[in-house]
């Protein structure tokens, strides 16, 4: 990036990342996980660059989610763009997604040393979910959402604009599949994210649903995919 100020860096590599960090422990740094396949992610990376022009100040660090995994599991960022606002190693602000206003805001705050709390997520929980639901109440609701369609593919993002790579991917296999689907954006309400790892005994993101049995992750549903199984479950 030919016009970058000289306090925005590209990591390259882990200990580039510590080296960088470790360089003044009393500068606030502002660190942007993306990936290049993600449209928010491109849009972000302008606002992160300005601000690092804003803010001569401020050590503002790119790294890409994919490829400085280790850094990413660090930090246990799931899903771009996500931002990590710092003092050291200390953790002052967290923003989930492409929210460039509150974004904004956190870094702005932090700069000028202010102790206010500002909110390190805008999409912990989706309008209208109870706040106090009983394990029977949400099992009910996950069972509704596994139902509402033939297949239903809980993801992070929407297919349109994914949030990680692996739910992009399994998005594009269901395309090549001719499948139809609807999709729920598991970041959107964390009840549903941390149930469904329950009620279907699997951990991780994306959980494929058909005919409102869970079907399996990425790596099942492209094995699936290659042996014809798949393309059988979606023409019963």
Not at 49 to 74: G, R
């Amino acid at each position: 990036m030919t016009d970058a100020p000289a306090n925005f860096h590209e990591v390259q590599s882990a200990e580039h990342f510590q080296t960088l960090l470790s360089d003044d422990l009393t500068r606030i740094s502002l660190i942007n996980f993306w990936a290049p396949w993600a449209g928010p992610c491109k849009q972000m990376n302008e606002v992160v660059l300005e601000l690092a022009k804003k803010y001569p100040q401020v050590l503002v660090l790119q790294v890409e989610a994919e490829t400085q995994s280790d850094i990413s599991e660090s930090f246990e960022v799931e899903a771009v763009p996500t931002f990590v606002i710092l003092r050291g190693h200390t953790l002052l602000g967290r923003i989930s997604g492409a929210d460039a206003p509150a974004l904004t805001e956190t870094l702005a705050v932090h700069v000028r040393g202010a102790t206010s709390i500002t909110p390190q997520s805008h999409t912990d929980r989706a309008p209208g979910t109870p706040k106090h639901e009983s394990q029977e109440d949400l099992n009910n609701r996950l069972r509704k959402l596994m139902n509402q369609d033939k297949v239903v593919l809980f993801m992070k993002g929407s297919p349109e604009q994914p949030r990680c790579g692996f739910s992009r991917r399994i998005v594009e296999l269901l395309r090549s599949q001719g499948a139809e689907f609807s999709s729920f954006d598991i970041l959107s309400d964390e009840s549903v994210r941390s149930g469904l790892k329950v009620l279907n005994n699997w951990p991780t993101f994306p959980q494929l649903i058909i005919n409102g049995e869970f079907v399996g992750g990425l790596d099942v549903v492209k094995e699936m995919a290659d042996n014809g199984e798949l393309r059988e479950l979606l023409a019963a």
